[in-house]
């Protein structure tokens, strides 16, 4: 390497380190929650308008937004809350021109609908792995590219890209929500690299286990029950866990910060470091913890809600705070 390529590379590495937290910016002006109907995305979307945001709500089903904007209206600018699959490029791009017509060019993209599917790897198909990688790959792909020529134009905007731990450390039983998540944060971190020139602040969210009450809207297959103990108890225990309010809140302020990552809770750094330092013992704790889980077998590659997968040990005190997550942010219809 020339003297000059070295020099320009350390200078680089410089503006790099010193523009891995930005200048605080207030979450004003108007945001985007893709999948905020429910979960994370609709604490999200609650926290932003906390903050002063004239904020925008997407989901695919139309009575769980609705159920959401009525539980986000009241004081401040009115939520918009428009139905669309993330799945189709065509409606992320009516959704983008209809929340411009409604309430003006968007300051925030927040990438965050999801999908779930839980098993063993001899259980998955193709089509589950299209899936992950349409919901989690292509659709903030897609959005971003939507929101990004008015950004650049105007020198200006926040990307919040929610990946997980998944991208970070692979995990069993997991592997389409991992591939696609990993694929999230590879092109995340390099969409921020080459945005920043233009003002544009881009974070990569990576947290882990978060009590929403997702579990129940989750997908399951192989023995569909005991991936749905194991998966829900995790999800809700204390220690394992993290309070969904609390990580809405610090998501926020790390993009308001234009922070490049992060991770949630602060714990999780611990096996990503491991992961990236020491692989092979990381990748021999994987293998244990896979033993440990269901063995093929049961509905085989056939797809179970959480829900239709109920069990003696979950719903049970071991899941009581997922349960209560679960009434308390959209997860479940209220009874009439």
Not at 33 to 62: F, H, K, N, Q, W
Not at 98 to 107: C, K, L, S, T, Y
Request: glycine letters at 10%.
């Amino acid at each position: 390497m020339s003297a000059r390529a070295l020099a320009g590379f350390a200078l680089g590495l410089g503006l790099g380190v010193a523009s891995g937290v930005s200048r605080r910016t207030p979450a004003s002006g108007t945001v985007l929650v893709t999948g905020g109907s429910r979960g994370l995305g609709l604490l999200l979307a609650r926290e932003y308008r906390r903050r002063g945001a004239r904020v925008a709500i997407c989901a695919r089903d139309a009575a769980e937004l609705e159920r959401a904007k009525d539980a986000l209206d009241g004081a401040g600018p009115p939520i918009l809350a428009v139905p669309c699959d993330v799945t189709e490029r065509a409606q992320i791009g009516e959704l983008v021109a209809m929340v411009h017509q409604h309430f003006g060019a968007i300051d925030t993209l927040v990438n965050n609908a999801g999908w779930i599917q839980v098993g063993p790897a001899e259980h998955m198909e193709d089509a589950d792995y299209e899936r992950a990688m349409r919901v989690h790959f292509w659709g903030p792909l897609w959005a971003a590219e939507a929101v990004l020529p008015e950004m650049r134009r105007r020198r200006h905007g926040r990307i919040v890209n929610i990946a997980s731990l998944a991208g970070l450390v692979p995990v069993p039983h997991m592997l389409p929500y991992t591939a696609s998540k990993s694929a999230l944060v590879g092109w995340s971190e390099g969409l921020r690299a080459e945005l920043a020139k233009h003002g544009i602040r881009v974070t990569t969210v990576c947290p882990a286990l978060l009590r929403t009450g997702s579990p129940r809207n989750a997908e399951f297959k192989g023995r569909h029950r005991a991936e749905y103990t194991w998966f829900s108890v995790a999800d809700s225990l204390p220690g394992l866990s993290m309070d969904a309010e609390r990580a809405a809140r610090r998501i926020v302020r790390g993009a308001e910060q234009g922070r490049a990552r992060v991770v949630a809770p602060l714990v999780v750094h611990v096996p990503v470091i491991a992961h990236a330092v020491v692989p092979g013992l990381a990748h021999g704790v994987l293998s244990a913890l896979d033993r440990l889980l269901p063995r093929a077998g049961g509905a085989g590659a056939a797809s179970h809600k959480g829900h239709d997968s109920t069990t003696r040990w979950s719903p049970s005190w071991l899941t009581v705070l997922n349960e209560r997550a679960a009434r308390r942010y959209n997860e479940v219809a209220p009874s009439p």
